[in-house]
C-alpha cells in the first residue's frame, strides 16, 4: 500500500508570509490531488497533477509535481487568515476509484 | 453547484447499537464512496460502490459493516452492532468516472459519537 508523508504537520504563520508544504511517497504517483478541509466540512478538491514537474496555479496557491512523481510540494504566497485550514494530498492507485490520504497539515494564518 | 449530503450531521449511539448513516450522491455521479477520519488521524478509505455493488473494501470494512442503495438517490452506510473504536467523521464522496484523474465530492460528513 502506498504511504503518503505530509510535512510540516502544523504550521502557524502570520498573515503575508509566504509557506511551502509538502507530500511524499516512496513510490510513484499515478497523478496527485490537493485538497483543503475545514472544521466540520469534508475535504474539498484544489487541484489534480498528473505530469512529472507539472506546475499549476490557483489565484495565491502553486502546487508543483516532482519530476519522478514521487513528491509534490503546494506554495502558499501572501497567506491570508482564510488560508487556514487542514491541507492533504491524496493519490488514486490507476486501477482503483479508492483515494488514500497523507496526514494532512494544519496551517494556521494569524491575523 | 450540485454537492454530496448527508445525515444526519452527528449522531450519539449505545455501543452494540445498530446506525445508518445516510447519503444523496450528486445526481449524475456513478461512483460512490465511503471513507472516516477518526479524530487526529488521516482520512481512512472504507469501501467503493458501483452498478449496485461493492467494488473494492478496506480492512476496516468488516462483516459489521454494509452499504446498500435502496433506491436512485440514496446511499447508506449501516454499521450492525457499533464499537468504541468506531466513533469517528464519516465522510461519503461519489465521481463521474473511477479513473485516477476523476475528482471525487466530498460531504460534510456524520459525526458518529459511540458512548
Known amino acids: 500500500t502506498q504511504l503518503l508523508e505530509q510535512s510540516p504537520q502544523f504550521l502557524s504563520i502570520q498573515e503575508g508570509e509566504n509557506l511551502t508544504v509538502y507530500c511524499n511517497s516512496s513510490s510513484v504517483f499515478s497523478s496527485l490531488q490537493w485538497y483543503r478541509q475545514e472544521p466540520g466540512e469534508g475535504p474539498v478538491l484544489l487541484v489534480t497533477v498528473v505530469t512529472g514537474g507539472e506546475v499549476k496555479k490557483l489565484k495565491r496557491l502553486t502546487f508543483q509535481f516532482g519530476d519522478a512523481r514521487k513528491d509534490s510540494s503546494l506554495h502558499i504566497t501572501a497567506a491570508q487568515p482564510g488560508d487556514t485550514g487542514l491541507y492533504l494530498c491524496?493519490?488514486?492507485?490507476?486501477?482503483?476509484?479508492?483515494?488514500?490520504f497523507g496526514q494532512g497539515t494544519t496551517l494556521q494564518v494569524k491575523p | 453547484e450540485p454537492e454530496v449530503t448527508q445525515t444526519p450531521s452527528h449522531q450519539v449511539t449505545q455501543m452494540g447499537q445498530e446506525v445508518i448513516l445516510r447519503c444523496v450522491p450528486i445526481s449524475n455521479h456513478l461512483y460512490f464512496y465511503w471513507y472516516r477520519q477518526i479524530l487526529g488521524q488521516k482520512v481512512e478509505f472504507l469501501v467503493s460502490f458501483y452498478n449496485n455493488e461493492i467494488s473494492e473494501k478496506s480492512e476496516i470494512f468488516d462483516d459489521q459493516f454494509s452499504v446498500e442503495r435502496p433506491d436512485g438517490s440514496n446511499f447508506t452506510l449501516k454499521i450492525r452492532s457499533t464499537k468504541l473504536e468506531d466513533s469517528a467523521m464519516y465522510f461519503c464522496?461519489?465521481?463521474?468516472?473511477?479513473?485516477?484523474?476523476?475528482?471525487?465530492?466530498f460531504g460534510d460528513g456524520t459525526r458518529l459519537s459511540i458512548l
Open positions: 491524496a493519490t488514486r492507485p490507476s486501477d482503483t476509484g479508492k483515494l488514500i
Open positions: 464522496a461519489s465521481s463521474r468516472r473511477a479513473d485516477p484523474n476523476q475528482p471525487q465530492h
